[in-house]
């Protein structure tokens, strides 16, 4: 078999298909488009000379080669990133790449924490992948990144996770709502009104739902919407109430908002720094556990 002109890019395209069984979601996440990956791996069929996938509809299948590949490709690729990471590290002390994934409401204070960080290190090169909770949990269980932030940290013994800072969840009207003005609201009143709701697979909407389930208090989903921005538009605009970490809100608050004061509200949460167990971290990536651990308090929001 001929297979010397094949490439890492066309591994990693590979692996990322046969992972997430499909072309669009590979590309995406590889930041390329769908035809790039598609010529990736055809050159790769090409080069072993069996076909790797088949597609039947819009499912995605390994074939027999494929499974094979699988195994090998995950290994290679992974002993890969550790020498690079080896030769970042002998290269000098805090160089290479450092890659985080987080959860979409991270976002709000993830990158504050990030700036101070490449000011001091600026030889390390950062890839932040800001995905919902279903995702990231996808990233972590294939071992994608150094470090994850999370606000539901899965359940086993595979994983280390660490509580870095509060993520209290609260209950957003418009500002003009009546409730905005009450005080010790009970929680089966809200049950007469209509909320807006992030996408299954988010770990906010998640919490929400347990808590709601758990205190028998009915919940009237008006509409389900994939960013916690437009939540809180919809919300200023009238549209009903939602739940969102208090993240959410800092460090620019609105006027258009109000924090509900509702009985069993906020719901006490935290921040979590996650990883697979026994992972061994990169240099780059305990550096930044390090200062994540020293610099998280500042950013604490105002309670
Ligand atoms: P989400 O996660 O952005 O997926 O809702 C937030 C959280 O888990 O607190």
């Not at 709502?177 to 906010?204: C, D, N």
């Not at 069993?264 to 994540?292: D, M």
Request: proline share 5%; charged share 25%; with cysteine.
């Amino acid at each position: 078999m001929a297979t010397t002109r094949v490439t890492l890019r066309q591994l990693h395209a590979f692996e990322a298909v046969a992972r997430l069984r499909s072309f669009s979601r590979a590309a995406e996440e590889m930041h390329v488009t769908q035809p790039a990956v598609s010529k990736q791996i055809r050159l790769l069929s090409e080069e072993i000379g069996l076909p790797l996938l088949e597609q039947i509809g819009k499912k995605v299948f390994l074939t027999e080669a494929g499974e094979q590949l699988v195994a090998t490709c995950a290994d290679w690729l992974e002993t890969w990133d550790r020498f690079e990471q080896s030769i970042a590290d002998l290269k000098g002390l805090k160089q290479g790449r450092l890659r985080i994934a987080t959860v979409t409401t991270a976002k709000y204070f993830m990158p504050r924490i990030l700036g101070p960080f490449c000011s001091e290190y600026p030889g390390v090169d950062i890839a932040m992948e800001v995905v919902n909770r279903d995702r990231l949990l996808e990233r972590l269980f294939s071992n994608r990144d150094d470090l994850y932030v999370m606000g539901v940290p899965p359940d086993g013994r595979d994983i280390e996770s660490e509580p870095l800072i509060a993520n209290d969840l609260v209950v957003l009207a418009a500002a003009s709502h009546p409730l905005a003005e009450r005080a010790r609201i009970p929680m089966h009143e809200l049950s007469a009104h209509h909320f807006l709701v992030r996408e299954q697979g988010s770990g906010t909407r998640m919490t929400v739902e347990h808590v709601f389930r758990e205190n028998k208090v009915p919940f009237q989903v008006r509409m389900e919407l994939g960013s916690n921005e437009a939540i809180k538009q919809a919300v200023a605009g009238g549209l009903g109430l939602t739940v969102l970490s208090r993240s959410t809100l800092y460090p620019v608050g609105t006027n258009d908002l109000a924090v509900l004061d509702v009985e069993g509200f906020p719901i006490r949460r935290a921040w979590y720094v996650v990883r697979p167990k026994g992972k061994q971290l990169s240099v780059v990536a305990e550096t930044f556990l390090h200062y994540l651990r020293d610099h998280i308090q500042m950013l604490a929001p105002r309670p």
